[in-house]
């Protein structure tokens, strides 16, 4: 399958040094670098994974690069987000003002658009329509199925990634990753593969007094919970992100859907999701929003009270749905084990009184 819609060579000739990438040039020629220069690639999150991912996608010459947070740098963030200092965390620079520093330091030239912003606003939306192929590694899971949709309305490939750790009783359970590659003719999207806790996701979309009545009922968790985090899992994850783009781009796109790392076993898995046919999910689904462009409803944070009720009462569907389904993808790693935070527990956090973070 062909997404890439650069106009390169015809409107502009890729740039990049040739002494820097001769060695990539070893690997996979002229013609695969002539592509990674070729494209634009976007980025939603320049977080611990998002950061991995700029470090690398930079030092390729990628035609542009687009990237999005609405947070700043802090000091429990120095010990995984790439090219950080105290001075950073000190200062509490814009991590998108970070990311922009941190590549125009390694090549001035480069084309970006680093934008501090939250990927649920129309007008940030927007600017991504450029991008060829996206990133999807925020730490929000509403923001994750707005990438993803996003992604398909647009028709544009979606590597979305993750990692996390869990902690019960102060002993290590797992230590996970998974990166899932999502594009128009996946059969699945991030909505109905059951991929992410979407009892998060309805949480992060509530109002603060719907949330409190449904915490106080038990219906849902609180997600506000400090996530474990391990520099060198974040590694692990970006560089097999990275690593399957290179291979899309060098058409040689891989016939699995996803990636797992169990990093307490030191194993790596692949997997393909199940296909239901017919596919009735809202998103990707025959009646959903693959390839409807601009005229598809995307999960933005201002869409009114009566759009946002509908939206969560999709998800609610879709969960209701899932756990009717008994024939779920032979995934390799057990669900929810990662990526979640409310799944993330931390045993100082125990019996606190947690609230969601909401989006900003
Ligand atoms: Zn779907």
Redesign the pocket.
Known sequence: MKIFNCNTPKNRQPVYDKKICSKHILVFGEEIQKLFSSITVGIIGLGGLGMVVLEQIMRLFPKAIIGIDYDTVSKSNLNRLTGTTYVDANSNILKSDHAHQHVKKFNPLQVTKFINGNFLEEESQKRFGSCDLIFNCPDSVVTRLAGCQFGLAHGKIVIDLGCGAVVEDGILQHVVGQIVKITPDSG??????ELYDLNEARAELMDDDELNRQQEMGYIRGADVPEPQIYSLNMMTASWAVWLMMQIVADKEPAFDGIAIDALNFNTYTWTERKTNP?D?P???RN?IIFAGNKAELLIKECKADAKKKVIAEITKIIFDNKKDTSKSQRPLEQNQLTSKSKSEVPSEKGTNRKTKKSK
Request: glycine fraction near 16%; charged fraction near 0%; proline fraction near 0%.
């Open positions: 699945f999207c991030l909505n109905c593969s596919n999910c998103i990707c689904g959903g």
